[in-house]
Every structure is written in structure tokens, then in C-alpha cells.
């Protein structure tokens, strides 16, 4: 069968997108043999860890009230912990999302008159009210006396040990906090290796100190997590990465026995700690999710590079470069307007497999500065391993595009972009 035929006459896709997607297609090939390989290696370590705890069908049912005894939740943890290399694991549907777990995670380790110090320059927006960095937010760290600094990154975006070293020196400082992915900003992503030596660093400077690690989006990108160093806490969401598109709500956090007791406390109440905690939906989806996501999170990063390597090609503006190492798997691309990025953004949903038919508009998101346009045509609400694209409506013209269960769906994708971009003007070939 003539495939291209079918995409030319029966979909109407342009031939110049379909010759610019198989050329970008060629630049970019070899480096899915890496990302391949490394999707095998941690299939094969979640493999041999599910086989340790005996993981069975019974693990997958549903319970209910305090859901003492629940061994499919008190399983999952023990999975998390082995394979993310740490000495203790959360993984709860109770938490409704990254956020979520990281001002837990916060507010369980501090103490009023204490000082958060980011490492990695201004965090992740919604962050912002939890800690109470621009306005003091009713309820947030701000209000129960908790101080907030950050250090930038260098101009070569490097962690700043000159600068962590004279903060340090402040007792106050309880909490360093690091974000592994860029998130919404055009800084580098950290490295696993980086994160670690930062960690060293830090640990040789002062004990006493808990070191926070947002790793939303960096999971199963590279071959250790930074839970293998000594970060205290690392945490991420469950609609995302390690949920491997299927698990349905979520999030975990994996670290030391002190902090995840700590965190346990926070997330029930002090004293219960993790021993209640039901869900009548079962965990099937979390274990399933998690066996998928190594080759889940290796679609989205060829995806990525793929559609990096289109628009580089279109010279538009890509970061990180398609030939460059990746940390996480958000891609971003640089337009020349907003009607431009809306565009991007419409198109990207006219792909979707669900509310394919929706037209996304500009909206004020909670916790966000800007209005804010999202493509999220996703099976999992707002899931973003499903291919999304979301962008601020801010100078420089921004998208930031992530996620794609399948490399089938942001070839399909892209090559609806580039028609849709080409009939309105925006692009030619
Ligand atoms: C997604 C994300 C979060 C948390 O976002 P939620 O939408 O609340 O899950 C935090 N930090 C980074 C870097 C993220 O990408």
C-alpha cells in the first residue's frame, strides 16, 4: 500500500510537510537507538523488581474506609523505592497533582522562622502562591513565617555552588530546593549527575539541611533518578512520566525514611502517617502505567525531537536543539507571534484523540501570571505525557509542547500542524 496517498488524498496533508517531517525524520533517527535501549534497561529493572514483590493480581484490587492493611498501595511504595534507588516511597491517588506532593512536601519539613532556598532560580508557577513568593497567599509558607531566597543559575545554566556556600551560612536555611526540568522557563534542564554533585556539595557543607527535588517530567529520561543521590525528597506526578499515561490520578515521592515519614504525616495526619489510605478504584493502572512508562517516556522523547528537528529546519527557534542530551521531555518552539502560537496550539488539538473538535482559547489559569493557552485533547484529564502543547501568551512567543503516548500520533500531528500553519500563511515550503 501507498501510505503517503493515503495522508496526500484521503487527509489532505500537504507534500511539503510530508517531505519536511521524513527529512527532520533523517537528521534525527540515530539518536532513538539510545532512548530505545534505555527504555529496555529500566523495563527490564521494573520487570525484575515486580517479580521481588511477588506483584500479583490481589494487588490490584480496590479497598475502602481507612483501607488498613491495603497491600496493593503499601506494594506500589516498596516498587517505587526500589526502583528509584532510595530508602523509602509514597505513591498515593490521594494527591491530586504535582503541586500537590511538593507543598506537602514543603510544609512537612519546615518550621516556622525556617528559610527555603532554590538553587535552580525562580520555581515552577504554581508553586509561587504555595510558598508565597509574590503575594502572601492565605494558608501559604509565607504566612506560617517560612522565608523564601533563590540563587539563579550561572550564565552557563550551572548550579551556583559560590553562592549556595554563602547562603548556607544563614541556619535558617531548612530546605534547598532544585527543579530538575526547566518547566515553563528557557533555562537548561539539570542532569541526574549534576543534581548529585550539587547534592554532595550541600551535604558536605551542612547535615542538617533537607534537599527537595521536583522531578516532574524527568523520569525514566536518563539512566538514574536524582532519588539515587543524596536528595532527601524527590517528587513528581503520576499524570506524567511514571504514570505511563494510564495511571489516573496522582502522585509519589521517593527519599529517606526521616523526610517520607515526615511527608506521611503531612499527607494523612501526624501519627497515622501511612497507614490508612483506601482507593476503591484499585491500583491496576498504577502498576500497568508504571510498567509502560520507560517506553511511554521514550515515544514523547523521540516526539520531541522530532518536532524539534521540524521546526529547526523552518529555522524557528528550538530549545533544547534536537541533537542536544535531554533531562525531560518537554520541547520548546519559538514563534513569531501569538496568533502564530495559537495556531500551533489549535492544531495540535484538531490532532487530538479526544475532544479533537474543541478550539482551545487563552484563559486565566489558577496560579498562573499570564493567560494561557492549552492543547490537552488528552484520555487523562490535563495528562501530560499525552501529547499537550500549553503556552503563556507572553513575549518571546513560546510553546511548550510534551508528551505523546505514541511517535505514530506527533509524526500525525506534526504533519497537521504544518498544513494547517502553511493555509494560513504562516509557513511556506
Ligand atoms: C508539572 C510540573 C509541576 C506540577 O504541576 P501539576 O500540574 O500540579 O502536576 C511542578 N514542577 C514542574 C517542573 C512541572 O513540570
Known amino acids: ?19 519536511l517531517i521524513s527529512e527532520a525524520h533523517e537528521d534525527v533517527k540515530h539518536l532513538f537507538y539510545e532512548i530505545e535501549e534505555r527504555a529496555q534497561y529500566h523495563q527490564s529493572r521494573i520487570l525484575n523488581i515486580f517479580a521481588k514483590h511477588r506483584v500479583s493480581q490481589r494487588h490490584f484490587t480496590g479497598t475502602t474506609g481507612y483501607g488498613y492493611g491495603d497491600d496493593g498501595r503499601d506494594t506500589l511504595d516498596l516498587v517505587f523505592k526500589d526502583l528509584f534507588e532510595c530508602e523509602d516511597a509514597l505513591v498515593r491517588p490521594q494527591w491530586v497533582s504535582g503541586t500537590h506532593v511538593i507543598s506537602d512536601g514543603l510544609f512537612a519539613l519546615l518550621r516556622p ?8 532560580g525562580e520555581p515552577y508557577d504554581t508553586l509561587h502562591d504555595v510558598i508565597g513568593i509574590k503575594k ?32 548556607l551560612k544563614d541556619s535558617s536555611v531548612k530546605i534547598i530546593l532544585i527543579q530538575r526540568s526547566k518547566g515553563y522557563s528557557t533555562r537548561r534542564s539539570l542532569t541526574t549527575k549534576e543534581i548529585g554533585e550539587s547534592i554532595d556539595f550541600i551535604k ?11 522531578n516532574c517530567y524527568g523520569e525514566f ?13 524527590v517528587v513528581g506526578s503520576l499524570i506524567k512520566n511514571p504514570g505511563g499515561g494510564l495511571a489516573p490520578t496522582g502522585a509519589y515521592a521517593a527519599g529517606t525514611r526521616e523526610a517520607i515519614r515526615l511527608l506521611s504525616y503531612r499527607l494523612t495526619s501526624p501519627g497515622i502517617g ?25 515515544e514523547a522523547l523521540k516526539g520531541a525531537i522530532l518536532s524539534a528537528g521540524v521546526f529547526d529546519r523552518l529555522k524557528y527557534g528550538t530549545f533544547p536543539h534536537w541533537s542536544e542530551r535531554r533531562s525531560d521531555i518537554i520541547q520548546s518552539i519559538e514563534f513569531n507571534s501569538s496568533e502564530e502560537l495559537i495556531a500551533y496550539c489549535r492544531a495540535i488539538q484538531s490532532a487530538s484523540p479526544v475532544e479533537g473538535y474543541v478550539v482551545p482559547f487563552p484563559w486565566e489559569m489558577p496560579g498562573y501570571d499570564h493567560q494561557v493557552i492549552m492543547a490537552a485533547g488528552t484520555f487523562v484529564q490535563g495528562s501530560s505525557i499525552e501529547l499537550s502543547a500549553d503556552a503563556p501568551i507572553k513575549k518571546p512567543y ?8 505514541t511517535y505514530a500520533h506527533v509524526k500525525i500531528a506534526l504533519m497537521r500542524v504544518l498544513t494547517a500553519m502553511q493555509k494560513e500563511g504562516y509557513i511556506q515550503f
Not at 500500500?1 to 517531505?19: T, V
Not at 522562622?113 to 535552580?120: F, M, W, Y
Not at 551542612?206 to 527535588?213: A, H
Open 1 to 19: 500500500m501507498n501510505y503517503q496517498n493515503h495522508y496526500l488524498n484521503e487527509e489532505g496533508i500537504h507534500p511539503g510537510a510530508l517531505k
Open 113 to 120: 522562622g525556617d528559610t527555603i532556598l532554590s538553587i535552580t
Open 136 to 167: 502572601c497567599v492565605s494558608g501559604s509558607l509565607k504566612e506560617w513565617k517560612v522565608n523564601y531566597r533563590q540563587i539563579e543559575l550561572t550564565s552557563q545554566g550551572s548550579i551556583n555552588h559560590k553562592e549556595i556556600e554563602k547562603e
Open 204 to 214: 558536605q557543607l551542612r547535615t542538617d539541611v533537607f534537599v527537595l527535588v521536583d
Open 221 to 233: 529520561t536518563e539512566d538514574r533518578e536524582p532519588s539515587s543521590t543524596k536528595a532527601d525528597l
Open 274 to 298: 501511612r497507614e490508612v489510605g483506601s482507593n476503591p478504584a484499585g491500583y491496576q493502572y498504577y502498576y500497568q502505567g508504571l510498567f509502560m512508562a520507560p517506553h511511554i517516556v521514550a
Open 398 to 405: 513560546i510553546a511548550y509542547m510534551q508528551g505523546g503516548l
